[in-house]
């Protein structure tokens, strides 16, 4: 069973940074896809960036493209996301999540099988 849990979360200023956590269990995330999207109140779920470990590539999100990074730990089966120059626009719950697939990865939420609780982000100006 796929299991992700976030953290990390915080209020920060403007330009400010945050590295949120997310901890897999169940299943080693060398083998999966790994996104990391957010939802701001009112808006819809949003790829952030995502990770295909076929080929190493990340993809972005324009929004957030030469700001947010994705990193992982082996060792500890971790996925990071390294948020930089944080804008007030980027506040949002912050969701990792998982897939399967070592092809490729995707920005399209319907694509992964599973999700952590997910952990809030407020920027503040």
């Known amino acids: ?3 992700l849990v976030e953290s990390g979360g915080g ?3 403007a330009g400010g940074s945050l590295r949120l956590s997310c ?3 169940g299943f080693t995330v060398d083998d999966y896809a790994i996104g990391w999207f957010r939802q701001a109140p009112g808006k819809e779920r949003e790829g ?8 190493g590539t990340t993809y972005y ?3 957030v493209k030469g700001r ?10 971790t996925v990071y996301l390294q948020m930089n120059s944080l804008k ?5 719950v912050y969701y990792c999540a998982a897939v399967q697939d070592g092809s490729t990865c995707r920005l399209r939420p319907s694509w ?13 100006s």
């Open 88 to 92: 007030p626009e980027d506040t949002a």
């Open 23 to 25: 901890a897999a269990s």
């Open 112 to 124: 992964y099988a599973g999700w952590g609780q997910g952990t809030q982000v407020t920027v503040s």
């Open 11 to 13: 209020l920060v200023q």
């Open 48 to 55: 952030v960036l995502c990770l295909s470990r076929g080929d």
């Open 68 to 77: 947010f990074t994705i990193s992982i730990d082996n060792a500890k089966n």
């Open 1 to 3: 069973e796929v299991q």
């Open 61 to 63: 999100a324009d929004s």
